[in-house]
């Protein structure tokens, strides 16, 4: 860790300039968060979700399919090859059961009822990304963890054998069995779980590439020069998966937010767009659909939103239908025909 680039005097730091400014004079305090605008902060009921397990024991034409689990946890199909991101399970983000942001429904699909899986990556050591009960439960399943420095004594400490954790500083790759390739990449971000370990180890963002195709994970980030940077040394990527919710202008260089999500989206220069880290907890005062309806303005042609739990083939994606709207607005008749339209395709 030491040895590190991004290390220096005790812990680890960004070694890009922010592209966005954080705006300090509208920070949010713990008021805000239990009591400013909070009916628009979660969905009225409960959004349409598919049950993914029958379309995942199909064959994948086009070699790459996704399915949104919901926030950051996505199980990438590519090229005969399955990868979890940010696996997170637990009801709340948070270091204790009984408080903290609350997800706003179950994953569409439990831990058990997983495929097979070829590697776990974990971008950094949130609580919304790192999470205790389910990397207990993923620990058991014989995968490696692939991770950002430091990251891997938690795993160790959770069960996770420490042969099967695979730790990387930025631009370092591992390549696993069956030709799967991960690298860690730069993100302008921090670290920490308690008051007392801010910044003691690193995060990323990451690149998976197998033999035909090559996707693009975020991790939590602010704007910086590092996307053209990846886009030129790791692409082109055939999908880019970019963190959009959770955003403030007090947090500009920590997080994207869906208008410095695109102006990243196009640094990197190649992928389709399909949106994470939004719709599951309440971890911003923004209405919780407004990063959906920003980039819904602004980049439908190159838009991938599944429903949660729906496998996609970004290939055959030709727009996207807003269905967060249904969920928000419409009636619960309609929400109702909008997955049994999707189910039944």
Not at 288 to 305: G, R
Request: contains cysteine.
């Amino acid at each position: 860790m030491r040895a590190s680039r991004q290390y220096a005097d005790g812990g680890f730091i960004n070694t890009y300039s922010a592209s966005a400014l954080r705006e300090l004079d509208d920070r949010p305090t713990l008021v805000d968060f239990m009591f400013r605008g909070k009916e628009h902060r979660t969905p009225l009921r409960p959004l349409p979700s598919l049950d993914p397990r029958d379309t995942w024991a199909k064959p994948i034409p086009s070699g790459l399919r996704v399915t949104w689990l919901g926030h950051s946890t996505v199980l990438l199909e590519i090229d005969g090859l399955r990868v979890l991101t940010d696996p997170v399970w637990g009801e709340r983000a948070s270091p204790v059961a009984f408080f903290g942001p609350k997800r706003f429904q179950p994953v569409p699909v439990s831990i058990e009822s997983l495929p097979a899986l070829d590697a776990i990556v974990i971008s950094h050591d949130h609580y919304d990304h790192l999470d205790y009960p389910s990397v207990c439960a993923l620990a058991t399943l014989g995968v490696p963890f692939v991770t950002s420095l430091g990251v891997g004594a938690r795993l160790e400490a959770w069960g996770v054998p420490a042969e099967r954790i695979i730790e990387l500083d930025w631009w370092e790759s591992t390549t696993l069995p069956r030709g799967l390739v991960i690298t860690a990449a730069p993100s302008h971000h921090f670290s920490g779980r308690a008051l007392n370990d801010r910044n003691a180890t690193l995060w990323s963002s990451f690149v998976i590439r197998g033999e035909r195709h090559a996707v693009y994970f975020s991790g939590d980030t602010g704007l910086s020069p590092h996307f053209a940077e990846i886009g030129q040394r790791l692409g082109p990527f055939d999908v880019v998966m970019m963190e959009v919710g959770a955003f403030h202008p007090s947090w500009g260089s920590v997080h994207l937010g869906p208008d410095n999500a695109l102006h990243a989206w196009k640094q990197l220069g190649s992928g389709r767009f399909l949106p994470v880290h939004w719709a599951t907890f309440n971890l911003a005062l923004h209405a919780w659909e407004e990063p959906a309806e920003v980039l819904y303005a602004n980049a439908q042609e190159d838009l991938v939103m599944p429903l949660l739990g729906e496998p996609i083939e970004p290939a055959y994606i030709e727009r996207v239908q807003p269905w967060w709207r249904e969920a928000v607005r419409g009636p619960k008749a309609g929400v109702e025909r909008l997955v049994a339209s999707k189910a039944s395709r």
